[in-house]
């Protein structure tokens, strides 16, 4: 089985994939970030004119883009706790990774079911966004 999923809950994906493709039971989530569906806002998010970032939230974008992931494996089949990845990336690591760090242990309480995880500072993301997260899931028939 190679079949592509999308959600109709998560944001429209920014470029020519889906939001996840399972193969087997394996479950590939396309980087997920914070936005809103059907929308350009970005929670927690001030832009200029020229949309350039004035300021943000991280503590919202974590939350959002959280929320996203969950909308994407509810659409696969799949639960939260099937996680077994996730890939941080974080714009400012210095200023964001304290507290993306602190929401994140209240999303992964249980030590038995925290997935594996690596957190990197990129440059820039596709879009006005601070954190995005790329993950793989287990899916348990």
């Not at 590939?28 to 929308?39: A, E, I």
Request: neutral net charge; charged residues 25%.
């Amino acid at each position: 089985m190679n079949n592509p999923i999308d959600s109709s809950k998560a944001p429209e994906p920014v470029g020519p994939y889906p939001h996840a493709r399972r193969v087997g039971n394996l479950l590939f989530l396309s980087g997920v970030g914070p936005r809103k569906r059907d929308s350009r806002d970005i929670p927690g998010v001030v832009l200029d004119e020229n949309r350039n970032i004035l300021s943000y939230d991280i503590e919202t974008q974590c939350h959002s883009v959280f929320q996203n992931v969950r909308f994407v494996l509810e659409a696969s089949g799949a639960r939260w706790e099937d996680l077994v990845d996730v890939t941080v990336y974080l714009t400012n690591m210095k200023k964001d990774f304290p507290v993306m760090n602190k929401i994140y242990a209240e999303y992964f309480p249980d030590k038995a079911t925290q997935p594996c995880r690596t957190t990197v500072e990129v440059g820039a993301l596709p879009t006005p966004i601070a954190i995005e997260l790329k993950c793989m899931a287990v899916i348990r028939d």
